[in-house]
Nanobody, 119 residues
Framework: QVQLVESGGGSVQAGGSLRLSCAASGSTFTGYAMGWFRQAPGKEREFVAGITWSSGLTYYARSVKGRFTISRDNAKMLVYLQMNSLKPEDTGVYYC????????????WGQGTQVTVSS
């Protein structure tokens, strides 16, 4: 079992930046791929960014590529999402997720942190 806790959300004006953090605890973190997802009001949850265990590969949704950066510190069991040039359409609840068997569905989820971008 892995527990995930997100932090760093808040309210920001368009063009601003936020950095989300995800702290993992519990059983081993080793080998887990990690991801960030978001859910806007009235919409389905969508993939935002993903990163492999070694950080050798990162993946981004087309809507955030070039503006968001995912990274991780395996020794501290932390995952980050640096969000720059934020837009109102980035508003939503952001969730951290862990995939214990990379290539399959994410199987651990945090409770989410709210990000609100005003125009």
């Amino acid at each position: 079992q892995v527990q995930l806790v997100e932090s760093g959300g808040g309210s920001v004006q368009a063009g601003g930046s936020l950095r989300l953090s995800c702290a993992a605890s519990g059983s081993t973190f080793t080998g887990y791929a990690m991801g960030w997802f978001r859910q806007a009001p009235g919409k389905e949850r969508e993939f935002v960014a993903g990163i492999t265990w070694s950080s050798g590969l990162t993946y981004y949704a087309r809507s955030v590529k070039g503006r968001f950066t995912i990274s991780r510190d395996n020794a501290k069991m932390l995952v980050y999402l640096q969000m720059n040039s934020l837009k109102p359409e980035d508003t939503g609840v952001y969730y951290c997720a862990a995939d214990s068997s990379p290539g399959t569905n994410y199987d651990y989820w945090g409770q989410g942190t709210q990000v609100t971008v005003s125009s």
